[in-house]
């Protein structure tokens, strides 16, 4: 893949949203193109601070939405990455950014 493809997918998945998932398999797009033999010049697009980055900053998020607590609760509504749940209209950042925080509120899926 090259370095416009994927800056390409980036936009289009910026601006459609959907799966969250979709960003991993970018991310593992943009990893394998820095250990490819293309130039130099084609990989800075991705680092410092480039594409590279942001889309390492959304994994990062989701991975921690994908390891909290409220990832295995009932009152999530099965959907891992909503801001909410049945008793917090935004789940606060002690929950949710701790692997295993600490809510009075959970109960096991």
């Known amino acids: ?3 416009q493809e994927i800056i390409d997918w980036i ?4 601006k459609k949203g959907g799966d969250p998932e979709e960003w991993f398999s970018i991310l593992k797009a943009i ?3 820095y250990d490819s033999d293309k130039p130099e010049s084609e990989k800075r697009k991705f680092y410092p601070l480039g594409y590279g ?3 390492g900053m959304i994994c990062d ?3 921690r939405c994908r390891n909290c607590i ?3 609760c ?5 959907d891992i990455y909503s801001d909410s749940c049945d008793i917090y209209e935004i ?6 950014t701790v692997k295993d925080g600490n809510c009075q509120y959970y109960e096991e899926k």
Request: some cysteine; charged content about 35%.
């Open 1 to 3: 893949m090259e370095a």
């Open 91 to 96: 789940v606060p950042k002690e929950i949710w």
């Open 31 to 33: 990893n394998e193109f």
């Open 70 to 72: 409220c990832a295995r």
């Open 74 to 78: 009932k009152k999530k509504g099965g």
């Open 61 to 63: 998020g989701l991975s």
């Open 53 to 55: 980055e942001s889309v």
């Open 11 to 14: 936009k289009q998945k910026q």
